[in-house]
């Protein structure tokens, strides 16, 4: 296996790592987690109380952001078997831009 070979299933495993936690963060993450209350320094019914309205407004953030990273895994994976796997020579710099300016800003 050449070096081309291994780089382009390192993206297509990322990839599909992205596209996993992303079905997750959609489908199956809850709108806050027991350790958040915590983390503010409150309570769930004070939050509740506080914010009515964001308990039923988080699900749809999670659904957006589950959605944005799903499609980033799915746009890496096919990347990588076709331009990157090619050896186009933008490919490597696209995909690194890419990976910083979503992922890399989102895990800041």
């Known amino acids: 296996m050449n070096e081309r070979s291994i780089?382009?299933?390192s993206l297509v495993l990322a990839g599909m790592i992205l596209m996993g936690m992303g079905a997750y963060f959609?489908?199956?993450r809850p709108s806050l987690l027991p350790e958040d209350p915590r983390f503010m320094g409150t309570t769930l019914a004070e939050i509740e109380t506080a914010m009515p309205g964001l308990l039923a407004w988080l699900p749809h953030v999670f659904r957006v952001l589950g959605g944005f990273m799903f499609t980033t895994g799915l746009l890496t994976a096919y990347v990588a078997v076709t331009v990157f796997k090619a050896g186009q020579s933008a490919a490597a710099a696209v995909i690194a831009v890419a990976?910083?300016?979503?992922?890399?800003?989102?895990?800041?």
Request: aromatic share 12%; net charge neutral; proline share 0%.
């Open 99 to 108: 990976g910083l300016t979503s992922i890399g800003w989102m895990a800041h």
């Open 7 to 9: 780089a382009s299933a």
């Open 26 to 28: 959609a489908f199956l």
